[in-house]
């Protein structure tokens, strides 16, 4: 079985410049979670998926953020204009379902933003 | 909100032998589950083991084992037998067992590196 693929693997932009990430769940899971992971932390979730409906994106800063997932397989998270502060790894998560079901990770995105 | 600390930043130990590393959180639900989760520098989150808080038994999977204290909130995971592929960064984390909005987002400590030395 596949796991979860994202690309970019790493990504260099400037401050202000927009940029996109991918991801495609593992075939058959429902949910996806994008979490934020800023260098010496734990990732925090920004916005969770059931199929292509959003359940929560409580911390998701919409004033940059954006994230869809059509047709509710691949998802892309985007974020216009890029601040110095958005430097993180973004991870891309799905479950089967989303009670009970473990997520799995995807390697990340390493986003530094100069 | 529910919080996740993990108060040892780094940890080391021999290989063969054993460590612990600590886990406290903040929740005033009932239900739930932990989970220990291992990184290693490719990034990728491994789950380790997992614990429901309605289980008194502690989880253990082959090496690892947890010290689940419910009452004092503490989860702590042992790793018996260390071998040099378990050096990583460890993080713990939170889920919700029920919730009504649907979300079951992880909340997730800041991480222990633990070395394991030759």
């Known amino acids: 079985e596949a796991g979860v693929a994202q690309s970019p693997r790493y990504k260099i932009i400037e401050k202000r410049q927009s940029v996109a990430f991918w991801c495609n769940p593992i075939s058959g899971h429902a949910t996806l979670y994008w979490y934020q992971q800023i260098l010496g932390q734990g990732p925090k979730l920004l916005i969770q998926f059931q199929n292509n409906g959003v359940v929560d994106d409580s911390q998701l800063p919409k004033d940059r953020f954006s994230a869809e997932r059509l047709k509710g397989v691949d998802s892309t998270l985007k974020i216009q204009p890029a601040k110095l502060e958005d430097s993180a790894v973004y991870l891309c998560?799905?479950?089967?379902?989303?009670?009970?079901?473990?997520?799995?990770f995807g390697p990340g995105t390493r986003l530094t933003v100069t | 909100a529910q919080t996740v600390t993990q108060s040892q930043p780094e940890m080391s130990v021999q290989e063969a032998e054993t460590v612990t590393l600590s886990c406290t959180y903040d929740t005033s639900e009932s239900d739930y589950y932990l989970f220990w989760y291992k990184q290693p520098p490719s990034r990728q989150m491994i789950l380790v083991i997992r614990q429901e808080a309605y289980k008194q038994q502690n989880a253990t999977e082959n090496r690892f084992s947890v010290n689940f204290q419910k009452a004092a909130k503490s989860f702590s995971l042992k790793i018996s037998d260390s071998q040099l592929g378990d050096a990583a960064m460890y993080f713990c984390a939170y889920r919700p067992a029920y919730s009504g909005a649907g979300s079951y987002q992880l909340t997730f400590g800041k991480g222990t590196k633990l070395s394991v030395i030759p």
């Open positions: 998560a799905s479950s089967l379902g989303a009670g009970l079901d473990e997520q799995y």
